[in-house]
């Protein structure tokens, strides 16, 4: 039986189970209480909330389940928006943070997805960085933590997306990297680069590249893309990325890009 309940109904029974969690075990309850503090507790779905709890190690991954309570079949795409919360990654004409731009668009890719029933994790739901508390440095542990995400999902393919900038203002276009070597993340590559050709920017030159210096891309099994979606220090190209019709199309043409893939490679 699927559970149907509004937003608010998710967000308070997040809050009574993370109340019920203080009384039950104080120690955990009020780390997690402090976690909790900076997130915004609204959830679009049931998978939603048990990724929450997932991301806080309350419950484990393998016990993600469908609402149904049999096992989610569903393959699994996670999307990585770029950056976030001290890191605003590149810092395009008219202030804009590259982090922010990443994560409007993750989300709309997200919808997109769920709605042809592929169950997305999200590395970042929020203005974040992520910390595995090791020690090392802010950004080494955010990286850290968002590969260790992606190995726990086990998903089919990862997208990072994120926003591109050059020294020269006149540069711009979409270009997707893979690892280099990789067949996999080339032929999912060529997908959305071709679907992002299509659907945003008939006139774009650019091409699929292989990378063997990115972080994600040299640490993940799985086959993994960046999407640069385009350059912030391009003034022209930049206003468009703003603009939320826009990166609606983007998020349409990578979405089209991933579901070409699984549909390929099942
Ligand atoms: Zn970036």
Redesign the pocket.
């Known amino acids: 039986m699927a559970i149907k309940m509004e937003k608010r109904q998710y967000k308070l029974l997040t809050v009574v189970m993370v109340a019920l969690l203080l009384l039950a075990m104080p120690g955990i309850g009020r780390e997690l209480a402090g976690c909790v503090a900076g997130e915004s507790l609204i959830f679009d779905s049931w998978q939603d909330v048990l990724e929450f709890f997932a991301r806080h190690d309350l419950v484990s991954r393998e016990g993600l389940v469908a609402t149904d309570g049999g096992v989610d079949e569903r393959p699994c795409v996670v999307i990585d928006a770029?950056?976030g919360g001290a890191d605003p990654?590149?810092v395009g004409q008219g202030e804009v943070l590259?982090k922010d731009i990443n994560l409007q668009i993750a989300r709309r890719l997200k919808l997109y997805l769920e709605a042809n029933d592929v169950r997305v994790v999200m590395t970042r739901q929020e203005d974040v960085m992520l910390e595995t508390g090791d020690g090392s440095s802010k950004k080494s542990q955010d990286m850290k933590a968002r590969v260790n995400l992606i190995e726990e999902n086990m998903p089919r393919v990862v997208v990072s997306v994120?926003?591109n900038s050059y020294p020269a203002e006149s540069v711009h276009g979409a270009q997707v990297f893979f690892f280099t070597g990789s067949t996999e993340g080339s032929k999912l590559a060529d997908l959305i680069q071709n679907s992002m050709l299509t659907y945003v920017d008939p006139q774009n030159k650019r091409q699929i590249k292989g990378d063997n210096t990115y972080y994600l891309l040299k640490h993940i099994s799985v086959p993994t893309v960046i999407v640069e979606c385009g350059f912030l220090s391009n003034p022209g190209e930049a206003k468009k990325l703003k603009d939320e019709e826009y990166q609606d199309r983007v998020a349409w043409a990578i979405h089209l890009g991933i579901l070409q893939y699984l549909s390929d490679s099942v």
């Open positions: 770029g950056h990654g590149k590259e994120h926003q």
